[in-house]
């Protein structure tokens, strides 16, 4: 990045744009696939409908502001605005992307033998591996961890090289998460939805833990941030904590819809499966209806009695 953008203000966050050309690049081919693919999907898939498209929608245009807009842009100089951008490449996005089920898209729009390679695929012990919720959300938590308490994150603002793949790799862990724990896609194998919300919790608190070290800890980037002699905005203590904000409440309030999908899919599986209880149980009892002994007196049952009165 070399030339910074001036005092944020109202005119600043309506013209103020950021070229992020691996990112539009990557936008705009997995925008293109997913439209093609919805397009020819055969008439006997499973359903993905409108909604679905829609969630895409929504994710694409939130990716391109989070890396184009102003956010892009005061990025590489607020460390609020990088918090912000952070929370929506691996939360908000790929959130609204896994809700598109861009697998369904995929499987319905190819012959039978590409629908042959993704089952092969999933059914993988490799992709058991990296699907399984504990490794995606080992993999969510760790994420920011790494990036703000590591050098990784200085190195991230000084260097495209590092930057762009950076950007990028939070959007596919977080798809990967949301793809594994959600279970609106195909997945190698399907887990009680009572594991996500336990998950969740223990994520809630590693992600308070992250906001009050961030908050209470030394500067991040320190170097970094007085190097750009900014002479306008917070300083860098009140910016670090204004971003540990960012990330610990204003995460919690846009995982709250996530955690309400958690619910209706675990109220959604425990319905089936009290209606398979029932079928068993209706079934179980049909089968002791038909070997039931026929009416009679009760001595007529037993084998012995009856033969002992038989010869009475």
């Known amino acids: 990045m070399g030339v910074y953008p001036g005092p944020l203000t109202w005119a600043a966050v309506v013209q103020t744009w950021h070229l992020d050309l691996v990112s539009v690049s990557v936008i705009v081919l997995l925008a293109s ?15 993905a409908g409108p ?19 102003v956010i892009g842009a005061y990025a590489y100089v607020l460390f609020w605005m990088r918090a912000l951008q952070v929370l929506l490449l691996l939360y908000v996005v790929p959130f609204f992307l896994a809700q598109a089920k861009p697998i369904t898209v995929v499987h319905n729009a190819l012959g039978p033998a590409g629908r042959d390679r993704i089952d092969r695929l999933l059914a993988s012990r490799l992709t058991r591996l990296l699907a ?20 990784w994150y200085a190195a ?40 996500s ?10 992600d308070g833990l ?3 070290v961030i908050w209470q800890g030394s500067l991040i980037a320190e170097a970094y941030y007085s190097g750009l002699h900014r002479s306008w905005g917070p300083d860098q203590r009140l910016d670090q904590t204004i971003g540990a904000g960012v990330l610990w409440i ?23 499966h009290a209606v398979q209880v029932d079928a068993e149980l209706d079934t179980a009892e049909a089968a002791e209806n038909e070997g039931a002994a026929p ?13 002992r009165f038989r010869r009475n």
């Open 51 to 69: 909604a679905q498209a829609g969630c895409f929608g929504v994710g694409i245009v939130l990716w391109a502001l989070a890396t184009t807009s």
């Open 295 to 307: 009416p009679g007196l009760w001595w007529e049952n037993d084998p012995q009695l009856r033969e």
């Open 156 to 195: 991230a603002l000084e260097s495209e090289w590092i930057g762009a793949p950076t950007r990028i790799l939070l959007v596919a862990i977080g798809f990967s998460y949301f793809y594994a724990r959600l279970q609106a896609d195909p997945v190698p194998r399907r887990y009680s939805q009572l594991i």
């Open 210 to 212: 992250l906001g009050l």
């Open 197 to 206: 919300l336990l998950i969740t919790i223990a994520e809630t608190l590693g």
């Open 250 to 272: 204003l995460g919690d309030v846009v995982g709250l819809p996530f955690v309400l999908l958690l619910m209706r899919a675990l109220s959604r599986d425990e319905k089936a």
């Open 132 to 151: 399984h919720p504990l490794t995606t959300s080992v993999a969510m938590l760790a994420t920011p961890w790494l990036l703000y308490l590591t050098p």
């Open 33 to 47: 696939a997913y439209a093609w693919c919805y397009r020819h999907t055969r008439e006997d898939a499973q359903p």
